[in-house]
Antibody, heavy 120, light 108 residues
Framework: QVQLVESGGGVVQPGGSLRLSCAAS????????MHWVRQAPGKGLEWVAV????????YYADSVKGRFTISRDNSKNMLYLQMDSLRAEDTAVYHC?????????????WGQGTLVTVSP | EIVMTQSPATLSVSPGERATLSCRAS??????LAWFQQKPGQGPRLLIY???TRATGIPARFSGSGSGTEFTLTISSLQSEDFAVYFC??????????FGQGTKVEIK
């Protein structure tokens, strides 16, 4: 079955950097676009970034543009999120999510997330 | 950016009763609307896509309806495992993909 397992979260100071990873299994990873979505404590869901199945296209939320970089390694079935210039408002649980196949783009599988805390 | 608004914020329902959750889009999204269930400490689980199509393995007591700007998720007879937070999401106009703020379904 589809499994998405995030790692790399932790506590970091404002202005610092962190790299999140998402290990994918149970499906043909290189066929699917992949997303990062975050959820601040007690809040709703905020889409962060997407990368196309072959890495050819990437899109970012305005709130992270220029600070975060999404990437993937299809040979390792891994998705990454490099987070630089972190701010307190980036504190959240970060989930990776699989995009559906085909011409529509909804999120059909999610990981349980990894917590990032930005604090002095 | 399309803004998604869910109501109510909290819904108190007794087991076995019907629950009706609403989601409104700030502009038409056609039927490009998904519903998710989230329990504490877990990632969201896809329930409904295309406004009314149940995802694989989702029980028939979950149903979705609507199009354009008004959508509804109905849980026909609440089971203990259904008490959770529910989110709607539009995927018509992206980026960004946008979510409602969630409806918490709690035990009455």
């Amino acid at each position: 079955q589809v499994q998405l397992v995030e790692s790399g979260g932790g506590v970091v100071q404002p202005g610092g950097s962190l790299r999140l990873s998402c290990a994918a299994s149970g499906f043909t990873f290189n066929k699917y676009p992949m997303h990062w979505v975050r959820q601040a404590p007690g809040k709703g869901l905020e889409w962060v970034a997407v990368i196309w199945f072959d890495g050819s296209s990437k899109y970012y939320a305005d709130s992270v543009k220029g600070r975060f970089t999404i990437s993937r390694d299809n040979s390792k079935n891994m998705l990454y999120l490099q987070m630089d210039s972190l701010r307190a408002e980036d504190t959240a649980v970060y989930h990776c999510a699989r995009n559906s196949l085909g011409y529509t783009h909804f999120f059909d599988s999610w990981g349980q997330g990894t917590l990032v805390t930005v604090s002095p | 950016e399309i803004v998604m608004t869910q109501s109510p914020a909290t819904l108190s329902v007794s087991p076995g009763e019907r629950a009706t959750l609403s989601c409104r889009a700030s502009q038409s999204v056609g039927t490009y609307l998904a519903w998710f269930q989230q329990k504490p400490g877990q990632g969201p689980r896809l329930l409904i896509y295309g406004a009314s199509t149940r995802a694989t393995g989702i029980p028939a007591r979950f149903s979705g309806s609507g199009s354009g700007t008004e959508f509804t998720l109905t849980i026909s007879s609440l089971q203990s495992e259904d008490f959770a937070v529910y989110f709607c999401q539009q995927y018509d106009n992206w980026p960004p993909w946008t979510f409602g703020q969630g409806t918490k379904v709690e035990i009455k």
